[in-house]
């Protein structure tokens, strides 16, 4: 097996479970900071977007983790490293369960947002 494949694809694939959905404490260590002090950075250029940017920022975050993880878990396993049409619908049906979540955690004061107007 050559080294370099497999030590690049297990990188990836780390960085991807990090940002995941999959690990149970991503969420509140990396994936919910990312996404608030982008959000908190784009609230600074457009007022009133914080909640609807957290959700975006969450997302995208979620969706770019499990990407990194099958694309780096595929790429240690296999000589074929194509993407289908059923890998993404099933991340991205996680990551929209994952957001709804968060917006729970927001409209229920648990998840406090910095410009509440």
Known sequence: MNFKKYFKGGALAIVGYILSPLSFWNDF?????IAYGLSYLLSFLIKD???????????????????????????????????????????ILISIGYTLLIVILIKLNILKLPFSY
Request: proline fraction near 2%.
């Open 29 to 33: 260590l990396v994936n919910i900071p």
């Open 49 to 91: 977007i914080f909640l609807e940017s957290m959700i975006f920022f969450y997302w995208v975050s979620n969706v770019v983790g499990m990407l990194m993880m099958h694309f780096g878990i595929k790429d240690m396993v296999s000589k074929d490293t194509k993407f289908t049409k059923k890998d993404l619908i099933i991340n």
